[in-house]
C-alpha cells in the first residue's frame, strides 16, 4: 500500500536531509581527528583547518545565496549535494596520503593545502544545502499544507541535533581502532549517500508541484545592463559597479523587516557558554573525566531536543515572536546565575564548573526556542525570490561570530583565564537579548501585552506575514 502523497514528500524530504545533516557532522568532526592522526601534538593545522574553513564560508556566502535564488530550486540542491560528496571523497584521497607519507614534506605540501580548499568548496556546499532545505524548501511544503512550518522546523532541527551527538561518537570509535579505516568509512558512506540524496530530493520535487513555481530575481547585473547602453564604461566605473554588487545583499539584509531578529541570532554563535570544544578543554582542566564531560554534553543535548518538541506547542499558543522573547530571557537568567556562581567559586575550579555547566544545560532549553522561533520569524518575513540571499547572509554572520568565538580562547588561552571569554559570551548573549527586543518593539511598539499573553497565536500580515499586535499602544 502506497504512503499518502504529502506523507512520500516529508519522508523523502527528511530522508536526503538526514544523509546531509549526518555526513556533513561526520566529516566535520572526523577531519579533525584524522589531522591529529597525521600531526599527532600539534593542534596548529586542525586550527588553521577550521579557520580557514569558517573564514571562506563567511566570504561565500553571499554568493552561494544569491546563486541559490537564481537557479530552480532541483537545480540548486542536486548541485549542492554533488559538491558537498565530492570534495569529501578527494579530502579522504588526500588524508590517506598524508597519513601514508607523514615525513614528507612534498606530500604535506600538496595534500594539505588541497585538503583545506576542499573543506571550503564542502563547506560552501553544506551552506547551500541547509538554505535550500530548512529556508526555502520548508516554506513551499508548509505553504502546501503538507505539514506545519513550525513542526517542520522542529523534526529538521531534531535530525541535526542527533547527528550533532552521534556521528562524532560513530567515528571517533572507528577512529580510536584505525584512522586508515576511519578515513575510509567517511568516504565510502559520504560517496554511497550521495545516489540515495539526489534520487529522494527529485521524488519530492516531483511529488510537490508547489516547488517548481519559483520567483526570481533578474539575473542580469548592472554592469550587463550598463555594458550593453553604454559600451565605453570604463574600468574604474565596473570596478565600482562590482563593489556595489557584491555590497548590495548586504543592503539588503540590514533592510530587511526581519534583520534585527536574524542578527540576534547571529550574535549567539560568540560563545563559549556551550557543550562546544573550548568548554569541554576548561573543564578537562579543572579536573573532570572525559565520561563526565561526555555525559554532561549528553544531558544537554537531550535537554535541546526537548526543545524542539517544546518550541512548536509554544508558538503555536502565544506566537513565534512572544516565544522568541520568553525564550530568550530563559537563556538570559539562567546563564546570569551561571555566571555569577563562576565567578564567586573561580577559585575553587571543580564547584566553578558545577556551576557553570547547570547553567548552560538548562538554558539550552531556551536557546533552542529562541531558535526555532526566529527561524519561523525569517521564514514568514523573507520574500520567496531573496531567502538564498537572506539566509546566506545570515549564516555568514554566524561564522564570523564563531570566528570571533575561537579567537577569545586564542587571546586567553589558559584556563586561569577562561573567565574572560565567559564574560564575552554572557555580554553576546545579553546583546541578543537587547536586539530581540529592538526588533518585538519596532514591531508592536511595546515589549509586554500582558491581557494578550496567553491568547492563540497572534495574527500575520496577509502580505509581509510579519507578526502584529493590532493596536500599537496599550488599552
Request: hydrophobic share 50%; aromatic share 10%; glycine share 4%.
Amino acid at each position: 500500500m502506497e504512503s499518502p502523497p504529502h506523507t512520500s514528500v516529508l519522508n523523502r524530504i527528511y530522508l536526503s536531509h538526514l544523509l546531509s545533516t549526518w555526513n556533513s557532522r561526520m566529516f566535520e568532526f572526523g577531519a579533525v581527528l584524522f589531522l591529529a592522526g597525521v600531526f599527532p601534538g600539534s593542534l596548529l593545522y586542525a586550527s588553521i583547518y577550521a579557520l580557514v574553513r569558517a573564514l571562506a564560508a563567511t566570504v561565500l556566502s553571499n554568493y552561494v545565496g544569491a546563486k541559490m535564488d537564481r537557479t530552480n530550486r532541483l537545480v540548486a540542491i542536486r548541485h549542492s549535494i554533488v559538491w558537498q560528496r565530492l570534495p569529501v571523497a578527494l579530502t579522504c584521497a588526500t588524508f590517506l596520503g598524508l597519513l601514508r607519507f607523514k615525513d614528507s614534506d612534498i606530500t604535506f605540501w600538496i595534500c594539505f593545502p588541497v585538503a583545506v580548499s576542499l573543506a571550503c568548496l564542502e563547506k560552501s556546499a553544506s551552506i547551500a544545502n541547509t538554505v535550500a532545505i530548512e529556508r526555502d524548501w520548508a516554506v513551499v511544503v508548509a505553504e502546501s499544507n503538507v505539514t506545519s512550518l513550525n513542526e517542520l522546523n522542529a523534526v529538521l532541527r531534531r535530525m541535526d541535533l542527533i547527528c550533532k551527538l552521534v556521528a562524532p561518537v560513530f567515528i571517533s570509535l572507528i577512529d580510536s581502532y584505525s584512522t586508515v579505516i576511519a578515513v575510509g568509512v567517511v568516504m565510502a558512506v559520504s560517496t554511497a549517500s550521495a545516489p540515495m540524496e539526489y534520487l529522494a530530493i527529485a521524488r519530492a520535487y516531483k511529488a510537490l508541484p508547489d516547488l517548481a513555481l519559483k520567483h526570481t530575481l533578474s539575473a542580469t547585473s548592472d554592469i550587463e545592463t550598463r555594458n550593453a547602453s553604454s559600451p565605453e564604461l570604463d574600468r574604474l566605473q565596473t570596478w565600482r559597479l562590482r563593489l556595489q554588487e557584491s555590497l548590495e545583499p548586504w543592503s539588503s539584509y540590514l533592510a530587511s523587516p526581519v534583520f534585527l531578529a536574524s542578527f540576534s541570532l547571529s550574535i549567539l554563535y560568540l560563545t563559549v557558554l556551550s557543550t562546544g570544544v573550548q568548554y569541554q578543554t576548561y573543564m578537562l582542566s579543572a579536573g573532570y573525566s572525559g565520561v563526565t564531560v561526555s555525559l554532561l554534553r549528553v544531558i544537554a543535548v537531550i535537554l535541546e531536543l526537548a526543545a524542539t518538541c517544546f518550541a512548536p506547542f509554544l508558538m503555536t499558543k502565544i506566537g513565534p515572536v512572544r516565544s522568541g522573547l520568553w525564550s530568550i530571557n530563559w537563556q538570559v537568567i539562567w546563564l546570569a546565575a551561571a555566571v555569577g556562581a563562576y565567578t564567586y567559586f573561580i577559585t575553587a575550579p571543580e564547584i566553578a564548573g558545577a556551576a557553570l555547566t547547570a547553567g548552560i544545560v538548562i538554558s539550552r532549553l531556551g536557546l533552542f526556542g529562541f531558535d526555532l522561533s526566529v527561524q519561523y520569524i525569517v521564514q514568514e518575513g523573507t520574500p520567496e525570490e531573496v531567502r538564498g540571499q537572506f539566509s546566506s547572509s545570515e549564516m555568514a554572520l554566524q561564522n564570523l561570530f564563531e570566528l570571533l568565538s575561537f579567537s577569545s580562547t586564542v587571546v586567553f588561552p589558559r584556563p586561569q583565564q577562561f573567565r574572560y571569554p565567559v564574560f564575552i559570551s554572557f555580554g553576546a548573549v545579553v546583546t541578543t537579548a537587547a536586539c530581540f527586543a529592538g526588533f518585538v518593539r519596532q514591531k508592536r511598539g511595546h515589549l509586554f501585552h500582558a491581557s494578550k499573553c496567553m491568547k492563540s497565536r497572534d495574527k500575520y500580515h496577509p502580505v509581509t506575514q510579519i507578526e502584529l499586535e493590532g493596536d500599537v499602544v496599550e488599552p
